[in-house]
């Protein structure tokens, strides 16, 4: 029952991330991707902090300032800033279709910075899943977009943060990492803006699309949350996949993607590395304890 709850979450929050992306992306043809992000750290930090009062926790801990902390905020930087430009200038499919290729840059980094021991056949899934990356950017083909790299850019830093989060002190909560997670777009976000030209006022329907990204992806962060707390990761997390499917959808219906068959074959391979990995390290933790028992 606890799996099965935990599962339901996580297509929950996919599905949430999903109209996220989309709503960011529609706003994004009338309103700077700077300003956007300005809005979206506000919001975010707004109901993350609520979230954390209601706790009963610190909104501003001392061990915001460790190391670990610090990098993961760089990370949410990286990471954000790269797959909202992605989300702008590429089709929603491509980009959440590379983003897929996450859990295996995370696996990759256990290895390398925790020493977690890998052995050749997830080395091999995660080697095919860069396969898969690589078709679906498609570097000296006709079909390459220069853009497509940006949303690489993204997965990177979303990996980096998920392996500062691991690392973070465990006297804060996911409620007070999400605060500070949205804080820092802030300042990301009028870089942007100062870089790349002013600010708008935004009409109805750009502030209605600006409200959406940050209800859907607070509920998705939220989710995301319950969903690793509820069940085992080793079977909630293969549902994450399904952010995909939902992006493939949504960009169908809203903005009349139609992904070429590169692209389609790409995200398949990415998608069974990264669940063979999942799975391949279920395989793992289960003989340890076997071995230990």
Same mark, same amino acid.
């Given at each position: =029952?606890?799996?099965?709850? @935990?599962?339901?979450?996580?297509? /929950? ?37 609520? =979230?954390?009062?209601?706790? +009963? ?8 300032? !460790? ?20 989300? %702008? ?12 290729? !996450? ?14 021991? %890998? ?9 095919? @899943?860069?396969?898969? %990356? ?5 570097? @000296? ?35 007070? $990492?999400?605060?500070?997670?949205f804080l820092v777009l802030i300042p #990301? @976000?009028?870089?942007? /803006?100062?870089?790349? +030209? ?22 998705? *962060? *939220? ?6 707390? !509820? ?5 909630? #997390? ?14 169908? $219906? ?15 391979i990415i998608v069974a590395g990264g ?12 003989? !340890? ?5």
């Amino acid at each position: =029952m606890e799996n099965s709850r @935990g599962s339901a979450y996580m297509i /929950l929050a996919m599905a949430f991330f999903a109209l996220e992306d989309m709503f960011i992306k529609a706003a994004s043809s009338s309103v700077p991707a700077g300003e956007i992000l300005i809005f979206f750290g506000i919001g975010g930090s707004i109901a993350f902090m609520l =979230m954390t009062l209601k706790r +009963g926790e610190a909104i501003l801990h001392p061990a915001i300032l !460790t190391r670990a902390v610090l990098i993961r905020a760089l990370s949410e930087i990286i990471g954000r800033l790269g797959f909202t430009l992605a989300l %702008v200038l590429t089709p929603l499919s491509s980009t959440s279709a590379i983003l897929q290729a !996450t859990p295996l840059v995370v696996v990759m980094g256990a290895a390398i910075f925790f020493g977690e021991k %890998v052995g050749w056949r997830r080395w091999s899934a995660i080697l095919i @899943g860069f396969i898969g %990356v690589l078709m679906i950017i498609r570097p @000296g083909l006709e079909g390459f977009q220069a853009n497509s790299l940006l949303a690489v850019v993204g997965m990177l830093g979303f990996a980096g943060r998920d392996l500062a989060t691991r690392a973070a002190p465990k006297v804060l909560s996911n409620v007070q $990492l999400g605060v500070y997670g949205f804080l820092v777009l802030i300042p #990301t @976000g009028i870089g942007l /803006l100062l870089y790349s +030209g002013g600010a708008v006022i935004p009409d109805l329907l750009a502030s209605g699309q600006i409200l959406g990204a940050i209800v859907f992806g607070v509920i998705a *962060y *939220y989710a995301l949350t319950l969903a690793m707390r !509820t069940g085992e990761i080793s079977v909630v #997390t293969p549902f994450r996949y399904t952010r995909l499917v939902f992006a493939l959808l949504l960009g169908f $219906l809203v903005f009349g993607e139609r992904p070429d068959a590169m692209t389609l074959l790409g995200s398949a391979i990415i998608v069974a590395g990264g669940i063979y990995t999942l799975l391949r390290n279920r395989q793992v933790r289960q003989a !340890t304890l076997n071995a230990n028992t």
